[in-house]
């Protein structure tokens, strides 16, 4: 049985954004079916390489959270949610931003998860890595608009907005599965969806971390740190202290010492039914334990911090211009074809 779906420009940018054809082929049975972005009834879903296009998506309300601190966060926000509005679908801003744009009443961080079908992130990856915990647990799958600097997540120039909502709306759209990761010490808990980091604080000097996979002793890293990332955070932190890059859909968590004193310790990929607990055993000095950069928890000697995978993940919009390969060439400035 062969299913064979002709994607008429997802990946390379759209022609006529009003409408989309595919070619659906089973065992040689071939039919042509022609869809408008703004009608529903096509059900048809199909799973691409961890990746979930979905026709037909219902989308009815839409969350908007941005960062308030970007000076053009408000408006942007305004803006969407009038053309929104316009085309029958329900707005519901998060507090923060809504404080600043007028006229407008925003809701809890628990709250709009619960009013929302998506939501659409205005900011860089900071700010979606907030929406993604404020999401874990609800399947409600997140727009990342770029309005900062690098913008690996947020794959969603400003200027494609509008064309890229069409298409989401008309359920033309792919989703992308993300893993994330909880870490746990003395029974309190963070999630993460980049990394969890380890690091010596602000004395200049190593630690030494006891690090164990399911209970098995791997190594003990002397160095300023140690991160474990999930393949989406790949790219942020591990990239920059000498990690692989892994591909966002492929489970796993990656190990990734700061700094070794020995150096002949290099970043170690473990599937991601592990357990990683790491043990800090440095003498009178205590540790900081960041998930994406944001939120903490304070670790003194002989402390364990437990990170596992999380048994919820989150869902992005990806590009409808550009693919993943394309998103590496272009944030991480590398050459094109010889």
């Known amino acids: 049985m062969r299913l064979i779906i002709v994607d008429c420009g997802m990946s390379t940018g759209i022609a006529n954004r009003h409408s989309r054809s595919f070619v659906v082929e089973i065992i040689g049975i071939k039919a042509d079916r022609r869809c408008s972005p703004h009608k529903n009834g096509c059900p048809a879903t199909a ?4 990746k979930d296009l979905s026709v037909g998506m219902n989308i009815q309300r839409v969350g908007i959270l941005a ?3 970007k000076e053009t966060a408000a408006r942007d926000s305004l803006k969407l949610g009038e053309w929104l509005e316009k ?5 519901v801003y998060e507090e923060e931003i809504a404080r600043v744009v007028k006229g407008v009443r925003g809701v809890s961080h628990e709250e709009l998860p619960r009013l929302s079908d ?3 992130v205005f900011g860089g990856d900071g700010t979606l890595l907030k929406a993604a915990r404020i999401v874990k647990g609800h399947d409600v799958p997140i727009l990342g608009v770029n309005l900062g600097a690098f913008g690996f997540m947020t794959v969603v120039n400003l200027h494609e907005i ?5 298409l989401i709306l008309g359920g033309y759209s792919r989703t992308s599965k993300r893993m994330m990761l909880d870490a746990s010490i003395d029974g309190k808990s963070l999630s993460a969806l980049n990394d969890v980091v380890i690091n010596r604080g602000n004395l200049s000097r190593i630690v030494n971390l006891e690090t164990f996979v399911d209970d098995r002793y791997l190594a003990t890293f002397k160095a300023d740190g140690l ?10 932190y591990s990239l920059s202290t000498g990690g692989p890059i892994v591909f966002p859909e492929l489970d796993s968590m990656i190990i990734t010492p700061i700094c070794p004193h020995t150096l002949t310790n ?5 599937p991601p039914d592990c357990v990683v607990k790491v043990v800090l055993t440095t003498r009178e000095k205590g540790a900081t334990v960041t998930v994406d950069g944001q939120d903490s928890l304070v670790m003194t000697s002989g402390d364990a911090v437990s990170i596992s995978k999380s048994d919820a993940g989150v869902r992005l919009f990806t590009s409808p211009e550009r693919d993943y390969m394309e998103v590496l060439r272009g944030k991480l400035g590398w050459g094109g074809s010889p």
């Not at 799973?47 to 961890?50: D, E």
């Not at 991160?227 to 942020?236: K, R």
């Open 162 to 166: 509008f064309d890229t909502m069409e």
């Open 118 to 120: 998506m939501i659409v």
């Open 67 to 69: 960062n308030a601190g």
């Open 266 to 270: 290099r970043p170690v990929v473990v």
């Open 47 to 50: 799973s691409i390489t961890g």
């Open 227 to 236: 991160i474990i990332s999930t393949p989406t955070g790949s790219t942020a």
């Open 87 to 91: 085309r029958g679908i329900s707005v």
